[in-house]
């Protein structure tokens, strides 16, 4: 089970973070990575980070690197999304998955587990 946190009403080129725990076994253990999607009212749901619990590599949506940061947490089995200058175009449901980390990371498809989702708004 994952369970997100975090999300909220956020102005423009201001910063926010978000959590996600999941509940079970280890991710690092059983090679796992966590990773968050978002969508937009209206569109489809897309990749925006990664990053693999044992190893420690992430990856990043172009759309948002080098403003969002993600950090994982191995004793509490969770991952922070740190979302940093953000703009009204980050307004979405965040979702956090979990997935074999030698896959697709960036297809929502691959995904094992899902969260419910938590709402980040950035007015214009």
């Known amino acids: 089970q994952l369970v997100e946190s975090g999300g909220g009403l956020a102005q423009p080129g201001t910063s926010l973070t978000l959590s996600c725990v999941a509940s079970?076994?280890?991710?690092?253990?059983?090679?796992?990575?966590m990773v968050w999607f978002r969508q937009a009212p209206g569109k489809d749901r897309e990749f925006v980070t990664s990053?693999?619990?044992?190893?420690?590599?992430?990856d990043y949506a172009d759309s948002v690197k080098g403003r969002f940061f993600i950090y994982k947490d191995i004793a509490k089995n969770a991952v922070t999304l740190q979302m940093n200058r953000l703009k009204p175009e980050d307004t979405a449901i965040y979702y956090c998955?979990?997935?074999?980390?030698?896959?697709?990371?960036?297809?929502?498809?691959?995904?094992?587990?899902w969260g419910k989702g938590t709402l980040v708004t950035v007015p214009s």
């Open positions: 990053i693999d619990m044992g190893g420690g590599w992430a």
């Open positions: 998955a979990a997935a074999p980390a030698f896959g697709t990371l960036r297809e929502s498809e691959a995904m094992s587990y």
């Open positions: 079970g076994r280890a991710l690092n253990d059983i090679g796992y990575a």
